[in-house]
């Protein structure tokens, strides 16, 4: 997959100011700090299409990237994230659900975890709440830069396994990446062109 063009669109906090076409979009969640915005800048080979930073908190609204005119990723605001108020995080909270809930031209989440983690109740909860409501997710695990080859894959058995413990139909699929090494990047690709072509 040829990413020819990658232009920021518009930021803003409503579903409904969110561009209007009917083109198929893939969103970016996860807790605080675990590389959405750095694997969107990885994917479209852009690097600083979508802002990062150390410190968690960084990405605060709904970010629309067009993609070669014809999709869009989607860079949302982290969860979990300790140090705003409580009145922002439900302000927070409710449009990032609102998101999920409403906005149709969504075809797939993709839920970011840390591979150096076992699962964490907020994720869990988060994919429940996801499958719930019916929206269809992955599960992309980040940073795998940070363990040495041969503990990639036993942190994501354990991880998978751990899940298995809820009461999922079937796991979902999953992607192990490094937006450093651009580890990753052809599946993903591959998977969303696959559906863009379904
Ligand atoms: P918020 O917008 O605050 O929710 O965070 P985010 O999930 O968008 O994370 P962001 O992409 O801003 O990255 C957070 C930090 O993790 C930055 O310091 C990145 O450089 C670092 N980071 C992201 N992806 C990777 C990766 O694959 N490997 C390594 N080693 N560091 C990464
Ligand atoms: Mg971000």
Known sequence: VHIKT????ISNSEVAKCPNELLPEYAFIGRSNVGKSSLINM???????AKTSGRPGKT???????????????????????RVSKKDKKTFQKYITDYFTQREQLVCAFVLVDIRHSPQQIDMDFMEWLGEHQVPFCIIFTKADKLKPGAIQRHVTEYLQELE?????????????????????????????GINLD
């Open 43 to 49: 994917l479209t080979e852009r690097k600083s299409l």
């Open 165 to 193: 413990k809820g009461a999922w139909e079937e796991a979902p699929a999953y992607f192990v990446t490094s937006s450093s090494k651009g580890m990753g990047r052809d599946e993903l690709l591959a998977y969303i062109d």
């Open 6 to 9: 990658a232009n920021f669109v």
């Open 60 to 82: 605060q609204l709904i970010n629309h990237f067009k993609i070669n005119e014809n999709w869009f990723l989607v860079d949302l605001p982290g969860y979990g994230y300790a």
